[in-house]
Every structure is written in C-alpha cells, then in structure tokens.
C-alpha cells in the first residue's frame, strides 16, 4: 500500500468508507489467498475491474448508455488490417494470461468503456468520417483517444488494487518497493494533470494545446498503434526529464500510428507547456532518414503500447527469433538495459519490419 494507512484515512479498498469504519482488522479472504484458486481469482478480478464512465468532460449532455469505443477506429482502421474480421494484439485475454499475442474480433479490439454513445460519436466525428488531413483538431483527436484509453486503463488497474486489498486487507503492512501498484498510483496522478487540459481544450474546442511532428509514409502498412511515453533519454541518451524526482509530474508524448488509403501516418505529440522539454527531441524527431524512421517506430511500439493490432498473416510471416525479439521490448528489455547502463539505439534496425509485412 505504500505509505502507512491511518485509522481516519479513506479505507484503500475503495469503499469511500474511513479505514477504521471499513476493512480494519479484517482478516483476509482464505479462498483469495488459495493458490489452487489462482486462474479462478484472476479472472473473477479483471471482471470485476472493468469501469464504465464517459471521460468527457460535458456531463451534462451524456447518454445513459456507456458503450464499448474502440480507441483505434474500427471501420477505417481495423477493417483494412484485420483477416476475416480478425487481428492480433499483444494483450493477453485472461484465460491465455502469458500469450504473446491474442487474437482479437473486430468488434472488441482495443475497445474500452470509456465513452457514452453520444460523446464518443460526436467527439470523433471529425477523425471517424473524415480522412486525415493534418488538421489541429484531427491530431487533437488522435492524441485525445490515446490519452482516454491510457487513462481508462489506469483506473481499472487501480480498481483492481481496491479489490484484491478487499480481498487481502493483510496488504496493508506492504512496504513501497513490495507495493506492484505503486507506479499506478504516480501515474494516476500524472494522467490526471493531462485530463484538465484535455478537458479545457475540449470545452473551448481550442486545440491549439499541442505540438506534433507528423511522419507520413507512402505505403499502407498492416498494423496500427496508440500508446504514450514519459520520455525519460533523448536519441542522444541525455535525460529530459527524472521520473524519480516525484516532486515533479511526469509529462507524457503520445504516440499515434495508422495507416489510411495508401499511406501511414505517425504523429508524436505533447503539450506546448512542455516544448522546451522536448525541444531537443523534436529537432531529432524532425532530422532522421525515412529508414531511421522506420526503424525508430519498430522499436519504439512493442515498448510503449499493448494498444496495437497486426494483421495476422502479416504477423505469422516474422520467425521465431523475430517474434522473440519483438517481444522482449513488450517485456521492458529497454528499461533493464538502461538500468544496466546500456542504451538502446532506437533508429537502429531490430531484426524484425513491421513495414515490411
Ligand atoms: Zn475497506
Ligand atoms: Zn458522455
């Protein structure tokens, strides 16, 4: 649980009860702690986690019903990479929770509760029937739907602390570094800052809040991406900004691929409060070669994003070692490798072209 929970504080179960009034003393659920019951528990648990709410910040013109929104558009962008109504994402479904990559209907890839049918369709209206043209508000879109998914993601990551402590309020004696949601909670934080100025941006229809750097390539390629990043090392290696210093929030680049009719589409962006952060990083962005480009995107996407889907085929055309490989950027090689002292060089090739696919 991190820091030392006081009888008066809010119980860490969720409850909205005080600690004392609530899970105090409680002794732990015996089914919850039964190893044999793991699958079960698990499962019952990624359920239960599951938040619906609209993340728009206009309440009042919400519809009752929250639907499922897919965070990558499904008519324009999902139709084109999918196979026979089918795509592959590195997101485990909870009976597989060690597959590398799981096979996805259309209809429920990337798809989260966090729209109601009304804002959903209005907000995106401009990307959904549009083609992309480069506009403020498209790229304000694009970006606004990676922030919604990440931030929806988080909660019920957070939620799902809430339970299991309900489940274990033995958990409450947990130090920081035993704590596995303590990045979570940090992160939590951080989104929320990004949400006020969404939500301003959004209200005003003023999407002048952010710089972006648009790479275009002449070619459709079979997968598509959204994730973000709290840029920590340049293509330089040298830092931009501590995540350690928790006396700063950690300020974030979105990251958006797709492709559309005969081209794909990267657009990095962040908030303009945030460019002479990032200023270094822009100019780098802005100065590589096509192929360093590529490349940049092969490596960055398995780090930063679960939130991607590749046609299947495409995907069953990469070797063993290949898939090994892409797979061990998904499970944080870069962050040991940075923790040992090694840098990655992001604009080199890894063995595996998504492009080429
Ligand atoms: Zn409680
Ligand atoms: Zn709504």
Partial sequence: MGKKVYPNDSCPCGSGKKYKNCCKGKLDDVNFN??????????????????????????????EKIIGAHSIQNNKILKTISSNGMVFMPCPKPDKPFAPMTSYGRKEATVFTGFCGYHDKTLFQPIEDRDFQ???????????????????????????????????????????????????????????????????????????????IIWEFDKAVKFACTGFEALQ???????????????????????????????????????????KMFSTYFEQLNSLEEQQKRNFINNLLPMISENL?????????????????????IWGMETIAQTMGVKVDRTKAPSYDLFEL
């Fill in 233 to 275: 090392y340049d293509l330089k290696n040298i830092k931009v900004q501590d995540l350690l210093d928790f006396s700063k929030r950690a300020q974030h680049v979105y990251v958006c691929v797709f492709p559309e009719k005969e081209k794909t589409y990267c657009i990095f962006s962040w908030f303009k409060k945030n460019d």
């Fill in 134 to 212: 480069k506009t403020e508000e498209q790229i304000f879109l694009f970006t606004y739907r990676s922030f919604a998914l990440e931030y929806h993601k988080k909660q019920e990551l957070q939620k799902m602390e809430q339970i299991i402590f309900s489940n274990k309020p033995s958990l409450v004696n947990m130090s920081d570094e035993e704590d596995p949601f303590s990045g979570n909670k940090l992160a939590i934080k951080d989104f929320a800052e990004d949400k006020k100025i969404f939500d301003k941006a959004i209200l005003e229809s003023d999407y002048s809040v952010l710089t972006s």
């Fill in 34 to 63: 039964n190893p044999l019951k793991l699958m079960e528990n698990y499962k019952k648990i990624r359920k239960d986690s599951k938040i619906k709410q609209c993340l728009h910040p206009d309440k009042e013109n919400c519809s």
């Fill in 309 to 329: 889907v590749v046609n299947p085929e495409a995907w069953d055309k990469l070797t063993q070692s290949q898939k090994d490989e892409f797979g061990s950027y």
